[in-house]
């Protein structure tokens, strides 16, 4: 018994400038060598102001793309989903308000199901491309542009990765829209 | 929709081709065979074991191996409470987080101790970056300890007679240096190439394009994720875990995290089939995991890609499938093959919400930790699947009236017990616990996030989680009562340690046993038959036991659907 406590508390401490010093000094100096120095993927919008790329934001005006429902209201300062079950009645009842409030916005489109539904993590960055198609009509008469300019800027910041489902990030898509209204 | 289907194709492709030769690695290294990187970590290992005071060749029997094992833990259990207690005057706490309570940091230490992460705190206010990098410690050593207790029984079937099965020492230190280590630098470049956070400043100021102000969390990330699911471990740096877009970037780095965490418990399979000599008893071992494993995953795919019909009633398009937890650039498919993985597996991260599955998708990865054994967790699922192998021989033994033996070692009274107790002490303590918990209202009832059957699941499937040493959860149940986090801890030393004790010891008085050679009377334990007879038990004694629990949760809540 004795003979393994001293031993087990040196092989503890010199694991721990293994895995925990080296290995973290070593990810930290290759991250330094990448153009965002192991900040995340930032982007600039017209005015010069930066932003996380793939956190997303609140959009919930009729001048810009909306964004999903978020159970965290978007504070990135912390993360989640509503954790709601299938059948829970009062979230069926929200859901269904979603639904009424996506209906009358967008009259006359198709609803899809990542707009009246919350993300896992409260911070999808992402909207399907059919909920960037069926907000077009409404963006195009707020911001007096032709739907086909918008549709246009939608088709061109589609995502399309070779494996995985095909995505816009709502960020670098209403930035696009700031600089197509100027 | 078919480059999402391709995407889960390739993922599962990849694991098994790249854990092939990883599994020959692996046997050469427990081996202490020449390996082309001998190079490099000799040196580092005699430095490690010079500094320790160890000498890695002496050969240990399976009781020292234990105690090794067990008091090595206790020590990371008492400095994991030390930390836990003290975080908020300790170095690297950027955004004065506080201490955490007794009893979650009794919950923490121990649940990040036992390899299950279960986490009843947020990464981004629970903890501090020291407190973060010392679970991030405990994410290797623990992985490790598994992978050591496995390689003890691999030792124990080598042909002939044995007392000892090498050393703890040996086999821990060289799955960090040489299998969890590398591969988790790995890991890390690719996902700092895909974006994902490296710093140790605190939250950042971001005025949104709409004008609202907001404060992102960022941290140690890219050093965090690999090893989490390198080592099936499944603690989220961030409290949304794998599904933050910032944890889990894109496809590329979600298919990276997924294949990381299947890749060991696969290569251990076939580690130990060419350990023994016997690769096709490891290609049988690893089928009819995978057929477990398909049987579970497959539905759960078509189950979410057809969308939730109380959603779809109200007019919105099920082409998505069910969105509600489940994150864009993932889509269904993929979520729901992550979810069966991760609980097969017992990672227990997440890419989407588990609690706002389809019911009988919910059941299906509560089967998934009931049987545990379908590749299981960083060598203790090859454990858990060799005590179902021990029932199996022994079961077939008295159907065909033959002495039972496995590798050349007859199965006797004492290893049987050993098994039995092993194989029921999962569904007691779940059962028991989820009981207990549903019998103590006052305790539990305001922690529930859903009301009727799915409050009952949320309850299951946290002790379910807590046994299996999984860690993911039904996570709107409030989990950070003193309740929840001392009754899951006890749920979590009892479930982890003993199903490590219990076939380490079988291995070593298998192992001391006389070596019987094979003749025309053996039973075969490599064949197609055979593999379907383990499967049966594991049907039998695991899913089945638990059968009238998942009446009462998934299952009446799949039937009572509008």
Redesign the interface.
Known sequence: ?KQ?????????????I???GI??L???G??RL?P??????KIT?GNG?S???????????AI?FNS?PSAVA????????????????E??KE??QR?EDF?QKNPGT?????M?????????????V?AANAQVVRIAAARKLSQQAVQQLVNKSIDR???????INV?KL??GL?QLSH | MNTEILGIIVMFVLTLLLSLPLGRYMAKVYGNERTFLDPVFNPLERLLFKCSGINPYKEQNWKQQLVALLIINLIWFFLGMFILLNQSWLPLNPDHNPNQTPDQAFNTAISFLVNCNLQHYSGETGVSYFSQLYLMFLQFVTAATGMAAAVAVFYAFRKGTHQTLGNFYNAFVKSITRILLPISIIIGVILILNHTPMTFEGKQQMITLQGDTTYVSTGPVAAFVPIKHLGTNGGGFFGANSAHPLENVNYITNMTQMIAQMLIPFAMVFAFGQFINRRKLGWTIWCVMTVGFLILCIPNIIMEMNGNPNITAMGVSPALGAMEGKEVRFGTPSSAYWSIATTVISTGSINSMHSSYMPLSGMNMLLAMMTNCFYGGCGVGILNYFVFIILAVFVSGLMVGRTPEFLGKKIEAREMKIAMIVALLHPLLILAGTALAAALPSQTASTLANPGFHGFSEMLYEYTSSAANNGSGFEGLGDNTPWWNISTGFVLILSRYLPIIGPVAIAGILSAKKYIPESAGTLKTDTATFGFMVFAVIVIVAALSFFPALTLGPIAEYFGMG
């Open positions: 018994m393994h406590i001293l031993p087990a508390i040196r092989l503890t401490l010199v694991l721990m293994l895995c925990v290995y973290s070593l990810l930290s290759f991250a990448t965002e120095k192991g900040h995340g993927e919008d102001r932003y996380y790329a793939n956190i997303g934001q609140r959009f919930d005006t810009y999903r978007y504070n990135a300062a912390g993360s989640g989903g509503s954790n709601k079950g299938p059948n829970n009645p979230y069926l859901v269904q639904v209906k198709l609803i899809p199901a990542d009246v539904t919350a993300s896992g993590s409260g911070l999808d960055p992402d909207i399907s059919a990765p070779f494996f995985g489902p095909q995505k960020l209403n930035i700031d």
